[in-house]
């Protein structure tokens, strides 16, 4: 192919290659943007016969910068003398002028592997094996046809589905060249032996967003695997102008959809969609996610929160499997659940169902239970033990219970004697305002919190269970929190992570994991993911960047910021995909990684929107891709909608 020549080798070695050209050859060739991909071959007319058997192999370049030749230092004294003496220039100077050097890095070397049926494959290894003298070889730019082949050779798959096309720069190129689609196997994704991870780094509105929906559509349309979107604004699970639609309406009949308050959307049901479920909460067996809830929505649904509720508000209820131990913390405990049965009074007190037979830790000073038992409205439906008050009791008596020892506190305060070893009083002041509120002494008290009943169902913990089990089956669960602040959504995702990390490693442990493979979407992973490695045996996120990918748990994530990530979680990551970057710190971070070194730079010039630098498992070293714009209309409107935009 003489006429994509571009140059012949001034020096190689096995990381580098200097190529000489020259204008005539470049323009032949459409230009040489910087990081084009261009191929190496010894030339079989230059070569003995020793070294004949070399001549299949290609190795792969990226330009990286244009060099000084030889005698770049004569070249440019004589354009500077000729500019100084406005001179004409005579045609045999002038083609002395179009000779230039370019700088490249080594890819990797193809060659012809033969398989079985005596046919040969496309291989391909990441160095040289070996090099001969630079004059014996040629440099030649692959025509875009022989490109697509080149940079898809990698995948298994024997369909690969597009994510984009090759891109070397932002500015369009003054001759218009036929797209190279870049292709990837959506394994890449979901992984085969073991789960895979995906990052997804750039600021925020330069395609994110889009390209997490396109890895999401790319693992659909193949069915490779169950799926759990963590929805933070609710462009995923509904119907939105952008994308003409959305997965969840592209997919219909292999997606459920769950909400904290969800919404129909008339294109949705023209469509033949159904509402998303309700992701409703045990407010008494999650009460942290569930007192979440209540204050992430408050002023939306009530207003400004009232100054005798700001002591609830201001309460961080730990989960009930983070309360203290009581065998070896017995103070520790009484206190946990000395404010937790107080909350479950004022969630009682406001009409929240409560669970069958449920019963609450209630243990308060000898005198105080001595009054209790005596009084004659609340006495008789007290739970005893030897004729004296149990330390259960059910939940039906826990308000009046506690309206009672809140009438003590304000008779009589010795009843509660403060710690005799820190002086503490006996009720925090988290504890006083919470009682205050179940008193019903201030505003309305616990009825104000009536208003979130709709969040809570005795079942709600059944929730996860579904959402894991149905990704668990294959389908794609998207989960809108939407409607909920930074601390809803966060305990709500640990709650689904933790459950499915739970049941993958049950399936593990009973040797029943067979191919079931999950995807996790997180956005903003830097505000789940911890730097600090010490959490692990705690932190559900930690434990997915180090365990997860062994229990069949895979993750997209996406962060603007590559330094706030866990080392183990970017350690453990196969697939980078990286749109723009403004801070010299985080390229630093990305030049960690191998297959961006040479590139990595780029991202800081690049803003496009979708114009991405990307390797992936089957694509072994990072290419410049413009990745294609998301279509979220069911697939037969999509098709249509193709077909006659080419008509």
Known sequence: MPERLLGFVLHLSYEEVKIVTCDPWKRQCGGVPRNSLVLIRLSPAMVSDAESASCDRLIMVRITESIPTPVDADVQQAIFQIHKAQAAVDPITNKEFQWSALKGKIVGTYYDKDVDSGKAEIRFGLDVDTFFSPHYYEVYVPSSEHLEVLVNAFSEDP???????????????????????????????????????????????FGKSNTMKVVADTILARNAAGQIIFDPSGEYTYWNEQDHGCLAIRYAGRCRRFSLKPRAHPKEHAQGLQEPESLLVNFYEQPDVGHSIIFSLWEGELGRVPDYIVPAQG????????????????????????????????????????????????????????????????GPSLTTNGGKMSEKQPIAVVPALLKKVYQLLQENPNLFPASKTTGEPYFSTTEEGLLKILSGTVGTGAR???????????????????????????MTVFVDLSMGDERVRKALADRVSKSLLTSQMQLFNENKLGNRFVVLYFEEAHNLFPKSDKEVDTDVYNKLAKEGAKFHISMVYATQSISTLSPDLMKNTENFIVTHLDDDREVKELEHKRAFRDIAADVERITSKGYVRMATVSLPFALPVQIRKFEGAPISQAISVSNDSGA
């Not at 009581?326 to 929240?352: C, N, P, V």
């Not at 009536?450 to 294959?474: L, N, T």
């Open 159 to 205: 369909n690969p589905l597009e994510i984009g096309d090759l891109r070397y720069t932002e500015t369009p190129p003054v001759v218009e060249k036929n797209a190279v689609p870049v292709k990837v196997d959506p394994s890449d994704f979901v992984g085969k032996s073991y789960g895979h991870r995906t990052a997804l780094f750039g600021k925020t509105r």
């Open 448 to 474: 104000k919190f009536s208003r979130f009943k709709p969040y809570h169902s005795v079942q709600g913990s059944d929730v996860f269970k579904e959402i894991v089990e149905s990704a668990q089956k294959g």
């Open 315 to 378: 309460w961080e209820p730990l989960p009930l499997a983070a309360s203290p131990n009581q065998a070896t913390d017995r103070s520790g405990y009484a206190h946990y659940w000395r404010t937790m049965s107080i909350w479950y009074g004022i969630l009682k007190e406001a009409g929240f169902q409560t669970p069958p037979s449920m019963n609450v830790y209630i243990n308060f000073p000898g005198a105080v239970k001595d009054r209790l038992m005596a009084d004659q409205h609340l």
